[in-house]
């Protein structure tokens, strides 16, 4: 067995800090009261989900009524989106996947870390259940060093991948971008008339990318008036309520948005900017990111297994957090964009559209923003920067953390019942009617 | 070009008779106006559903109100019924497909043949816009011979394999049989208790195989009485209507069917016979049939793709009706099913599960069914059994057509708008509500 480098190794801490879901924890015992289930109490095998023929009534999580992504079944439900909604297939076509290598080092188990939090110093192994992780899967210099499944997720499965489908539809716009089918600085409403009216008519395509646009617009899901939950109203695949008279699809709710602010100020992680981006991309291209996100990225680099969104009621692919994906998939990708672009030896896009996810967005309008756990960070192309030493950047919800200078890719699956920054970014997609 | 031999392109007439839509051809003429459209001017790429950002509304077929399964739509819908309900997959594994080899012949273009009712001889080529062809693909000695593609469907796409679903669950009934796991004399009241007051009750395993159990059932979809729609309601995955006291899953339904006539009389075609035989197959195995078609049979093949089927609301899939796949591999089960279980030397299942499929069932109970296109044919294990010289079997509503003797394989999906002995056994997993 290979033994990994002492460096490489001394760079995990750092890594785990930065991707550990229970960086929110103080948060996580306000909201939750002290009995919230563990990682083995609310393991979706041991709870028995959706077992037998039929599973017993107590056990059943399907539509309409079961609240599917309430912890603890949302523990099921992240590796079972298709079972419950409509979905678009993102293929991976029809020739042999590319197998990974393999160079496992069990020293991995043995890493402390301490979360950014500043509570106790942490065992790998202890954070795995902290964070419910359903997958964990680290790549150095393109060789896996470590895989570990647990909850509903084998490596067969496929996981909802929640807010990192906003990095891949924003690694779709950069390479649009480098490869000049996509201007960004053209506005919006230029190239989606839908969208004149609406704030985003005069916001850029770059304000887009760096989700710097000046929008009404609140994610507080404790606020019934918040817009969330007409855009979620609107995204549902499902039969609309008696009555309802609101936006029926993605785009309709889009076109409705206010401005608030000024756009290139501040930035502000709202969910619409990445649906506005997959409208601006499937204009652009003619293709739906479904589609372009199979011909360009997943046909290309030998993923195992096919990926899918979840969709709304006209067939448009939740561009901002409904892509499913296996852990290997998703590794693949990552592997991908740390060797910018090329993978075997073979282009498959520009490498400036890499070198702009990493050199990040606006900082200033980031720190305007007052984000707590990644200061003197920035956003670009749906992607968070560091701007730390090692140039690491990452997709985030999920996790997708890409070290460049220690050659390392890791991608996390997790169920955590706060779900951090993940289920406000999935909902829209999953609840029905209001 | 290697040349088919003369002998084989004989066969091939009798063949295209027996599995061409158009037998239906004097109930389509009543059924439908004459100005019907021809497969050409339905061909769905250029009615333009679906296509476009948004796609304009009239273009628009989606969940709850576009009536998707009527035509032309269903010539969209047919390839697509994931992007419009939940479902469940069936999993290829993670290997490198078998690629199939090719040894095309378009001499089969040149053949001839005369239509089951007796009407005038028709040229291959218009059979296939005749039967509103999505794909044909014709398998010689193992080797494809001949591949075609239109309308909704290309090699990577899957298309509905609609009735033949209902010979995808037979097969692995027989397979279990021929294991011993199942005994076909057991009643199906002993093996799911939840059954045992009803119709299924005191029938045994080898009706359900053979469709002789006698269930007051009726598929007319002519008579607003008949129970076909209490089943379409209770198998639709989404919410009931308001004040819906009837049955809310396959299962339950099942339960509900009352007896008519006696068991082992007469063959009935009857859809829920092999949803009651698909619960068998989970009961006893613990596997659901999406499972269960995967380990056994979709890992081993060399699949291209996976399958999936569409499922009710608590995820129980159709198994009569709701798998969709890729043509090449659906090819690929006909031919593990000519070679007996046998694929590159290994052996699958045991060959009896193949044979008793070939044998057929009873002849006197199907005889007295008055079947007017299939004189002196059987069913048994959800499959068609010619009883020609050459010993020809078939899965019907799409096809799989296998004749030993010829050493061919021919599958073929279509979207024709009668959907002769097809859109009845779909139904109920598509239409909403009652």
């Known amino acids: 067995m290979p033994r990994l480098t002492r460096r490489f190794i001394s760079v995990l801490p750092l890594a785990m800090s930065t991707i550990f879901v229970g960086w929110a924890a103080p948060a996580f015992a306000q909201a939750f009261n002290s009995d919230v289930l563990s990682a083995d109490e609310s393991d979706p095998n041991r709870l028995g989900w959706m077992q037998g023929f039929p599973p017993v009534s107590e056990r059943v999580i399907g539509q309409p009524d079961s609240n599917y992504f309430s912890f603890p079944k949302m523990r099921w439900t992240v590796c079972h989106f298709r079972e419950l909604l409509p979905t678009k297939q993102v293929s991976r076509g029809l020739g042999a996947p590319m197998p990974l290598t393999y160079a496992l080092d069990d020293a991995i188990n043995d890493v402390l870390f301490t979360p950014l939090d500043g509570s106790e110093p942490m065992s790998w192994q202890v954070s795995l259940s902290e964070n419910y992780t359903d997958g964990l899967l680290i790549l150095h210099q393109g060789q896996v060093v470590y895989e570990y499944y647990a909850g509903c997720l084998d490596e067969a499965g496929q996981h909802g991948a929640m807010s990192v489908t906003k ?27 839908e969208l004149a009216n609406s704030a985003f008519g005069n916001a850029t395509v ?3 990318l760096e989700m710097t646009t000046g929008l009404a617009y609140s994610e507080d899901y404790s606020d019934p008036n918040a817009e969330i939950w007409a855009y979620n109203a609107a995204a549902s695949p499902l039969p609309k309520p008696e009555g309802y008279s609101g936006p029926r699809t993605y785009y309709e709710y889009l076109a409705t948005v206010q401005p608030e602010g000024e756009h290139g100020q501040v930035f502000g992680y709202k969910t619409i900017n990445t649906d506005a981006l997959g409208w601006v991309i499937a204009r652009t291209t003619g293709e739906s990111v479904t589609s372009l996100l199979s011909s360009r990225i997943w046909q290309r680099i030998g993923a195992e297994q096919d990926g899918y969104f979840t969709v709304d009621s006209i067939g448009t ?7 499913s994906a296996g852990l290997r998939d998703m590794v693949r ?13 073979k282009q498959l896009f520009p490498a400036a559209a890499v070198e702009r996810i990493r050199q990040g967005g606006g900082r200033q309008a980031f720190a305007a923003a007052g984000y707590r756990t990644l200061p003197g960070g920035s956003y670009r192309g749906m992607w968070w920067s560091l701007h730390n030493d090692h140039g690491a950047f990452t997709a985030r919800g999920q996790t997708i953390y890409i070290d460049p200078t220690a050659e390392m890719v890791i991608v996390r699956f997790a169920s955590h019942p706060v779900a951090g920054n ?8 999953l609840s029905s009617g209001s």
């Open 317 to 323: 692919p939740f561009a901002a957090g409904g892509l």
């Open 167 to 193: 990095s891949m539809t924003g690694l779709l716009g950069e390479i649009l971008v480098a490869e000049g089918a996509l201007d960004e600085e053209a506005l919006v409403g230029d190239i989606l008339p």
């Open 422 to 429: 993940t289920a406000p970014h999935l909902a829209p997609s």
């Open 206 to 208: 770059q304000q887009l």
């Open 333 to 345: 990708v990552g592997q991908l964009v740390l060797n910018e672009g090329v993978i075997n030896g």
